[in-house]
């Protein structure tokens, strides 16, 4: 089987089925880019899976996990100054922890050019909320590039990555979920053949890089110069396209258009193909600057034209700005109602758009767009694994507290503790949200316990700052770390201090050194000693911590299996003799492995008990055990 | 060849990345064009998965639209049914394996796991046919895929997708050690149809 090294590496050109987040690794390898950087977040941690699959020793390039967003920018922006061609990627919200060092990207000399690839997530499939990235080039001057498919992907990244080093600029490569995780043959070219240039071509006389004062203007000047020229760049691209399935005539007398990007242009020629309906679609790429002339030749070319896209009304914004200054006569029609402001747009969306629009020439989706859930069955929600500390963790703390205690979540797989049967951490807000949160509602706050979770990754990429200012004004709340050795959400990339790259951090030690007063470290399975940890903790006036610890046993099964051909820890029992139908391993502790019978017994699934043994100690009558040695089943 | 949609979906951790790269292994190999997608991110725990294969060069987004599938693969009863529910187009057909993962609300009593004859009312509702896969004593859960191969590759569910073809694709993707077992199941399920 082809490994993803394989699909790296091949110096080649080639073709077969890929996803885009890998096709835009295998995009830099071509495009010579020689630093990438990145925090791990949805939907791209499969780019740097795939620049990770590739052996150090065999690296024509530099790859790093940075502690936060901001960091990898920094760094590679640093790198591309020094004349290497860098890229940064992560999600959509990893824009607001970068964005103070973002936002000063254009107005920098960047010698080797830098690419910064966006996972936006129209939909919020992965977080927690679907924020329009597109504002943000609009705010900082950076031209950006919409992919639409995995192939356009790869080539909009190598387009981008062109220009960036001829501008000597950074320019934006926009990904969205789905854009992201679609797979399709693409054809790949080869890989260049010289070695990278490693010289440090850092130079002052590049810059000014100081931006003061008087610099200031002279550095924005340069950088909305920048801009025009990538507005004629648009104009010429070929990424800005009219596409016609079904040829151009007028339509009853009229000239009927679109004026799309990214994914909904295709779903839109997925619905004209459908039809023999002439309408004309404009499909943006280069979505930023607009291509100012071909969209005001297309409106003056059409009577009707409709502006789809998804999330927010950013492009449309801009078109009735080119139609009032070109005097254009065309009638512009676009999304209005807040459902259509919202969410993911798929064929049968943009289907019922046209419809709304143009209703003699389609005809809505008969059961609505949306396709909603007709029967009344369970949802399933994601939930922690079998073995998970989280797990354990939470059913220990829940034992500690009372009902008035204020829990404030944070980011990170124990998130998922605010779902039943846990229903803890309150509220949810941004990565290391928790302790500042936490501090807030511990003012003036005598009546109510407040305990913040946080978990070890993203502690150190936003959180430190919150703990160590809760620590510094002593507010009065229980900060419990949830560690469990690494970045697990994401797919297990290594956190920082976790020995996996540099140097372990003793993390108790480092509470230590911070002045915490009150610091326990409890193994999470050791539910009693843990909840005794919390409520003495709870007890204690002012801030205080509590380390729930165990690894992620995910990775910890997948580990000793890669050490340990067949490794396998022997499932746990139910004894049915002894088992007294409490359900609270079923319904309190909440472990998938266990199954809830209509005659009321429990039983372990063999697909999905790993063996871990954390539900051990929550059966009141000690019902379930390991397999007595020898015994067979 | 026709266009098609096909709609897979199953619990996070059965292995739904797996079935769908060596079925769009097979499609590939077969002639058709592929787009696809898969659920990656937090979803996988535990949670929902679905993976989307599209076959037709009429297609150029990667997701089946609601109510457009011409064939849904569920991994998990409760799956196929809300699969079937959500996706499935009226005169299609819909292929599950037989087993039965408990979501939090039923475990918790909240809300009863779904009885075996909803789905064969929905797909009646919807004229669909209903084809149950199971194997007794399996070796491992995670060839619960494999047997669905079995099964969709030897009714020619999807156009050119014959036994020989998926079993190639089998050869390419699953480690060597693990193959004869998987060929097993395969063809056993295969014969079941």
């Given amino acids: 089987m082809s490994t993803l090294n394989d699909a790296l590496t091949r110096p080649e050109a080639w073709s077969g089925m890929l996803m885009g987040n890998h096709a835009l690794a295998r995009a830099m390898l071509e495009a010579g880019a020689q630093v990438m950087t990145t925090y791990p977040g949805s939907p791209t941690p499969e780019i740097a899976a795939a620049l990770d699959a590739v052996p150090k020793d065999a690296r024509r390039y530099y790859f790093e996990y940075s502690t936060n967003e901001k960091v990898a920018l920094e760094v590679a922006a640093g790198a591309s100054m020094n004349g290497h061609l860098s890229t940064v990627f992560f999600k959509s919200v990893g824009l607001n922890v970068a964005s103070d060092s973002m936002i000063q990207l254009p107005l920098m000399g960047l010698e080797g050019g830098m690419v910064v690839v966006l996972g936006d997530d129209p939909g919020a499939n992965s977080s927690q909320n679907e924020q329009d990235n597109r504002h943000f080039c609009r705010m900082s001057y950076m031209p950006m590039f919409e992919p639409a498919t995995p192939a356009e992907a790869y080539e909009m990244y190598i387009e981008a990555a062109r220009l960036a080093r001829e501008q000597r600029t950074a320019v934006i490569v926009r990904m969205t979920t789905h854009v992201c995780h679609a797979k399709q043959v693409l054809n790949f070219g080869p890989l260049p053949a010289r070695e990278p240039d490693w010289t440090p071509r850092f130079d002052p006389a590049n810059g000014p890089y100081i931006p003061i004062a008087k610099t200031v203007h002279p550095l924005k000047r340069r950088a909305l110069e920048r801009l025009e020229a990538f507005a004629e760049k648009s104009d010429a691209s070929r990424f800005n396209v009219i596409l016609s399935p079904n040829g151009s005539a007028p339509l009853n007398g009229k000239r009927l258009g679109v004026i799309s990007v990214a994914i909904p242009a295709y779903a839109l020629l997925e619905n004209l193909t459908q039809t023999e309906h002439s309408i004309d679609i404009l499909k943006v790429g280069l979505s930023y600057p607009l291509p100012r002339n071909k969209i005001a030749k297309f409106l ?105 205690t204020i829990t404030v979540g944070d980011i990170g797989c124990h998130s998922l503790g605010n779902q039943p049967p846990y229903d803890m951490g309150q509220m949810i807000y941004s990565m290391g949200a928790s302790s500042g949160l936490a501090a807030g509602l511990s003012i003036g706050n005598d009546a109510r316990k407040i305990i913040a979770f946080l978990g070890d990754s993203t502690m150190f990429h936003a959180g430190l700052p919150g703990l160590l200012s809760a620590m510094l004004y002593d507010h009065d709340f229980t900060l419990v770390l949830l560690e469990n050795g690494t970045t ?130 929550t059966c009141p009558v000690n019902a379930i055990g390991r397999p007595k040695p020898g015994a067979k089943k | 060849m026709k266009p098609m949609n096909i709609y897979l979906s199953g619990v996070g951790g059965q292995g739904i990345g797996l079935l769908t790269e060596i079925l769009s292994r097979a499609c590939l190999a077969a002639g058709h064009t592929v787009h696809g997608c898969d659920t990656h991110g937090l979803a996988q725990r535990g949670g929902t998965v679905v993976s989307h294969l599209r076959l037709g060069e009429a297609f150029h987004t990667p997701r ?26 009226p005169g299609k057909a819909v292929v599950y394996y037989d087993t039965m993962y408990q979501p939090i609300h039923v475990r918790m009593g909240r809300q009863p796991y779904p009885k075996n004859d909803v789905l064969k009312r929905v797909a009646k509702e919807k004229g669909a046919r209903v084809e149950r896969v199971f194997v007794d004593d399996l070796p491992d859960p995670r060839m619960q895929n494999v047997a669905l191969l079995g099964r969709i590759a030897a009714l020619g569910l999807i156009e050119g997708v014959s036994t020989q073809v998926v079993e190639d694709a089998l050869r390419e993707v699953i480690p060597e050690k693990a193959l004869d077992s998987n060929l097993a199941v395969f063809w056993a399920s295969g014969r079941a149809a």
Wanted: charged share 30%; hydrophobic share 40%; net charge negative.
């Fill in chain 2, 64 to 89: 089946v639209p609601a109510k457009k599938a011409d064939l849904v693969i569920g991994l998990e009863r409760l799956e196929a049914l809300r699969a079937a529910d959500l996706m499935l187009a």
């Fill in chain 1, 488 to 617: 697990a959400m994401t797919g297990h990339q290594p956190r920082p201090g976790s020995g996996e790259i540099g140097e372990k951090i003793n993390l108790v030690a480092m509470f230590e050194t911070f002045g915490v007063k009150l610091i326990k470290d409890v193994d999470s399975y050791a539910q009693a000693k843990l909840t005794a940890a919390i409520k003495e903790a709870l007890d204690h006036k002012g801030f205080s911590v509590v380390i729930a610890r165990h690894p992620c046993m995910l990775k910890f099964v997948r580990d000793q299996k890669k050490k340990i051909p067949g490794f396998k820890m022997p499932q746990v029992e139910i004894d049915q003799e002894t088992c007294d139908r409490a359900m609270v391993c079923v319904e309190k502790f909440g472990c998938p492995s266990f199954t809830a019978h209509e005659d009321g017994s429990v039983s372990v699934h063999t697909d999905l008990c790993i063996g871990d043994g954390s539900c051990l100690p």
């Fill in chain 1, 300 to 404: 003056t070319d059409h009577d009707e034209v409709i502006i789809i896209e998804e999330l927010d009304r950013v492009m449309e914004t801009e078109i009735k700005a080119i139609a009032w200054e070109e005097g254009a006569r065309c009638r512009i029609m676009s999304r209005t109602t807040l459902d259509e402001l919202q969410g993911e747009l798929d064929p049968n969306r943009t289907n019922d758009l046209l419809a709304r629009h143009w209703p003699d020439l389609f005809e809505p989706e008969p059961q609505g767009s949306a396709g909603d859930q007709q029967l009344d069955v369970p949802p399933r929600l994601p939930q922690m694994c079998p073995g998970c500390g989280h797990r354990s963790a939470f059913h220990a703390i829940k034992a500690a507290i009372d009902e008035a």
